[in-house]
């Protein structure tokens, strides 16, 4: 609580003047022992000498002790004298006197109220206890320079209102603090109970610290419990079964929703259950006889594209066929406000969070094997030489007729079609972007996941191996076919676009790691918007993105303005899209913040096991107290210390893991 000060009425002081200040939210007595300019050297009841301004003084009596004599007289005087008035204080009935002056509407000094008070003769202890009455209990009145004021009865209630705010408040942080001990030493387990009120608290302050509306009763919970600082809490709540050992804190902190609203399940479910309408749909082109195969990772769940191919008479048909989300989900639905809400589908070692209801991106909206589904088909009719003569854009009615893995269609490249044939064209299509100007940054990705016993797996993948160039290149191909075929239709979409870079390093492939990490640095920073503008970075004249609309909100929007070409629905305007993506921005981000963040977390963890192992290391970044290096199995930077070892960027080095610690993000390295 704040110290309150109520300096005394101006009088000429002498030593041996009895005076009283406060401290601590205490009154206390004493006696002047030397006065030079306003400065007071003084003996307290508590037979403490403190100096102290008289301006701090609460009060100044006119009777003065005789300091000559013994301290310990001086003192016992002065506990009587506190004692006494303490008395006189406890006999007023402040309420009483509010009811009776509330409604003067003049200020009252202290000797009218004294008056009020006690009978005369009065002397300077009626004063000293009529201010120690009114310090005590500030509900009817404010006192301030000896002046007394009455609340008004509005004021009065607010004030009882406060004080009960503020007895709760208490309360809260005795018990919080009682759990947090009672939780560490052990008692009753995790079966402690407390107010979820106040786990909501202390979990608002872990995750949030002062920006946290509740922060200062959290603090003061920290305080009285036996907890040094806030980061000690996620221990408490490990302990207590709130949370777990490998708690996902960025979904907290970022407040990433993890489960769908009783509405959207309800949408849901009408959806699942409702008559397929699109077999009807004279705008669509039934492509269900042309056989379609999705290429995905083994455990892949959420088909959202397909590749077809066809041989003509004059050269081949190749189709890019993505799925209809927006046949199921409407502008506007619940599904699709929860999905604008989410923004994308968040994919981690530990757990998924997709962006629409499982029943939908598992099923519904998913090209599983053998099921018809409606879908955005672009169809490219090519010469035998693999160049494009024409292409057009459909919706469809499609079937996939084989679902395969990556590794099962890098199997049969160079044995069967259309795997073969696709490659070809997937490569071919590659080196036109690059004659373009794509620059492609050829970095391995790696993979972890956790296995059903929860053992931590992970897997060093070459995004260059055939089947995923193949995948790849239909993607781009078929986005920026979509993207001219907007812009040609003046329809704004979700375009993405990407000036020259800083520096080019390389032409072509380039299969050095320094390169690429050096290369990547010079990329200039995509943008998105509403016109189609050059990707350099990809190498087409306009790139929009239209082929991930289970998983991506920008790709089911693009979807929309497609189909509105076609009549289907009305457009959103420039405006309408330009609000939804400065509204969802901040949540893109945040989703590939969590996704980088927690595949930290899990190699990190994995390391924590490996303490003393060595690896081998690229160093990337020279400074003159450590250098950052890329442990090459894991695809991970991390801090070295110089410890007066020279290296030179680019250098390849062995590196040993000293420490490891996963919550903490901490993972030290020594050469």
């Not at 006494?84 to 006999?91: A, F, G, Q």
């Not at 469809?396 to 893995?405: R, Y």
Request: charged share 25%; glycine share 4%; net charge neutral.
């Amino acid at each position: 609580m704040t110290t309150v000060l109520l300096p005394a009425i101006v009088q000429i002081m002498i030593k041996g003047n009895i005076v009283e200040y406060i401290d601590q939210q205490k009154i206390i007595c004493a006696v002047i022992l030397q006065e030079t300019k306003g400065k007071l050297r003084l003996l307290n009841e508590n037979n403490r000498e403190v100096s102290f301004s008289e301006k701090r003084l609460s009060h100044i009596s006119q009777e003065c002790l005789d300091t000559t004599v013994a301290r310990n007289s001086i003192v016992t005087k002065l506990k009587q004298l506190t004692q006494n008035r303490k008395n006189l204080s406890e006999t007023i009935d402040i309420k009483e006197l509010w009811e009776i002056l509330h409604e003067e509407s003049e200020d009252i000094d202290l000797e009218t109220m004294t008056l009020f008070n006690f009978d005369p003769p009065l002397t300077s202890d009626h004063e000293a206890a009529v201010i120690r009455a009114f310090f005590h209990d500030r509900l009817y009145f404010k006192f301030n320079r000896m002046i007394f004021v009455p609340y008004t009865p509005d004021q009065v209630e607010a004030k009882k209102r406060q004080i009960q705010e503020a007895e709760k408040r208490e309360i809260m942080i005795l018990k919080g603090a009682s759990w947090i001990n009672n939780v560490l030493n052990n008692k009753n387990g995790s079966n402690t109970e407390v107010d979820q009120n106040i786990i909501d608290i202390l979990k608002s302050y872990y995750l949030f610290k002062n920006d946290s509306d509740t922060f200062l009763i959290a603090r003061n919970i920290i305080k009285k419990s036996s907890l040094n600082s806030s980061e000690q809490l996620f221990n408490v709540f490990v302990k207590a079964g709130i949370w777990d050992q490998n708690q996902n804190i960025d979904l907290l902190a970022m407040q990433i929703p993890t489960s769908f609203s009783r509405d959207v399940l309800e949408q849901e479910k009408k959806l699942t259950c409702a008559r397929t309408g699109f077999f009807d749909d004279p705008l669509r082109k039934d492509l269900t006889n042309i056989p379609l195969i999705t290429i995905d990772g083994q455990s892949t769940l959420d088909f959202d594209d397909a590749i077809s191919l066809e041989n003509t008479d004059t050269g081949y048909t190749l189709g890019i066929h993505i799925i209809d989300v927006d046949f199921y989900i409407k502008s506007n639905d619940p599904i699709d406000l929860a999905a604008r809400d989410r923004a994308s589908s968040i994919y981690m070692p530990d757990d998924k969070l997709p962006m629409i209801p499982p029943n939908l991106s598992e099923d519904l909206c998913s090209l599983k094997e053998n099921e018809i589904r409606p879908g955005i088909s672009t169809i490219i009719k090519m010469n035998r030489f693999f160049e494009i003569q024409d292409y057009n854009i459909v919706p469809s009615i499609i079937k996939v007729h084989k679902q395969m893995s990556y590794a099962e269609a890098n199997l049969l490249n160079g044995k069967n079609d259309p795997i073969t044939t696709l490659y070809k064209i997937a490569t071919l299509l590659r080196e036109k972007r690059l004659k373009a100007g794509a620059i492609q940054i050829t970095l391995p990705e790696v993979n972890v996941w956790l296995e059903d016993n929860q053992e931590i797996g992970y897997l060093k993948i070459d995004r260059e191996n055939p089947s995923r160039m193949l995948v790849s290149e239909m993607m781009i191909f078929a986005n920026s076919l979509m993207a001219e075929f907007l812009a040609s239709n003046n329809m704004p979409a979700v375009f993405r676009s990407q000036p020259p870079p800083k520096q080019r390093l390389f032409k072509g492939i380039e299969t050095s790691l320094t390169l690429n990490f050096m290369q990547r640095k010079h990329l200039s920073r995509a943008m998105i918007g509403t016109d189609p503008e050059i990707h350099s970075g990809l190498g087409v004249k306009a790139y929009a993105t239209a082929t991930s609309p289970i998983r991506r909100y920008h790709d089911l929007l693009t979807q929309r303005q497609i189909k509105a070409v076609f009549g289907y629905d009305k457009a959103y305007s420039k405006a309408e899209l330009e609000n939804i993506l400065q509204s969802i921005s901040q949540t893109i981000a945040n989703t590939g913040r969590v996704q980088a963040s927690r595949k930290k977390y899990w190699i990190i963890k994995y390391l924590e096991a490996k303490k003393g192992s060595t690896y081998e290391a690229l160093v990337l970044d020279c400074y003159r107290d450590h250098y950052n290096v890329l442990l090459k199995e894991f695809m991970l930077e991390a801090k070295l210390p110089s410890s007066g070892i020279k290296l030179r960027h680019g250098d390849i080095i062995q590196v040993t893991i000293q420490h490891a610690d996963a919550r903490r993000e901490q993972l030290s390295l020594f050469a």
